[in-house]
Structure formats: C-alpha cells, structure tokens
C-alpha cells in the first residue's frame, strides 16, 4: 500500500480529560506570565511559523514530483509538527487556571507562586518558585507544583520542617524564607 494512504500518527492520541502531565481533576495553573508566554508561542506558529512553512510546501508542491522532493516532505513533517504543538497549546491555555502570586493574601505560607529559600538536610540553601507544569525549568529554580518538593511545601511556613520523598528516600528540609512576586 501507498505510504500516501496511510495515517501517520501524531503522537498525542489522549482522550482529552486531563491536559497531559497533570493528575486526574486537577486544575492546570499557571502564573500570568507563564499565560503570556504560551499565548504568545501559539501567536508566533499561527501567524508567522505555519503561513511560512505552508508557502514553503505550495512552492515545493509545484516543482514536480513530490516523492523525492526534499522541501517538500520535510515541509510537510514540519507542518504536521506544528500542528501538533498548536493543539497541545490550545488546549492548555483552555485549560488554564490563571492565579497572580502577587494577590496571595496569606503571605506566610507556602502557596502556588511561592519564592521559598530552604536548607537540604546538608545545609545547602536552595531557592525555588512553585509554578505551573508548563512553566517549570529546574535549571532557574521553577519547580513544577506538583513536584515532590512542591509538594512537600505547600502550606508550610517559615521555620517549618517538612518531609520530601525522594528516590533515595526521605529527606527533611526546612523553610527558611517565603516570597511572592508576580
């Protein structure tokens, strides 16, 4: 059979309950400027990604035989990946559930939004913001909130000991200061 006959698959066949990563019935939050930034991604592929590529794939289709034309079908995988990120975006920001760590009332516990410094049981200082799963990037101490240690923290407050399970077991760490920014 014809590979032009046959469905590729996207790769992100789900039922559509839960957007990915999230545990069941659980709400998908997100800071404003992780909002901003996921909106402005979609903008970006709708906009300027897609129509480029798309005349890209017109201008390859009118060459001839599109079988071993090279811009052509990497045209077409390039489409079909943007695509495919254009739906998990828009469902995501469907989904999204906007809370501004600038209006968090009690301010002397650990909520979504939450700056906090901690020490490690080896007095090592560490800083993190709890966000959402989309915003998360451990390398400038975004922490996703349904991580271990999110977890852990959440309505902790300042001198708190709290318990972290982690794969090497449990580890103890301490609140020593908590912020929230925006």
Do not use: C
Request: glycine fraction near 8%; hydrophobic fraction near 35%.
């Amino acid at each position: 059979m014809s590979k032009a006959f046959t469905k590729e698959s996207d790769g992100d066949e789900d039922d559509g309950a839960e957007p990915q990563g999230l545990p069941p019935g659980s709400k998908n939050y997100m800071r404003p400027r992780g909002f901003d930034a996921l909106k402005a991604e979609l903008t970006q592929l709708l906009r300027v990604e897609r129509p480029r590529v798309v005349e890209v794939v017109s201008w390859a289709a009118g060459n001839g035989d599109r079988s071993e034309n090279g811009d052509y079908l990497y045209g077409k995988k390039r489409l079909r990946e943007i695509d495919r990120r254009i739906r998990f975006l828009t469902k995501r920001l469907e989904s999204a559930h906007v809370v501004d760590p600038a209006q968090q009332k009690k301010r002397d516990q650990v909520f979504f939004g939450a700056t906090v410094t901690y020490a490690n049981s080896r007095d090592d200082e560490i800083t993190v913001t709890i966000v959402g799963i989309d915003e998360a990037d451990m390398e400038r101490g975004l922490i996703s909130w349904i991580s271990p240690v999110a977890r852990a923290l959440l309505k902790a407050s300042e001198g708190d000991s709290v318990a972290v399970r982690t794969p090497g077991g449990v580890e103890t760490i301490e609140v020593i200061a908590i912020a929230y920014d925006g």
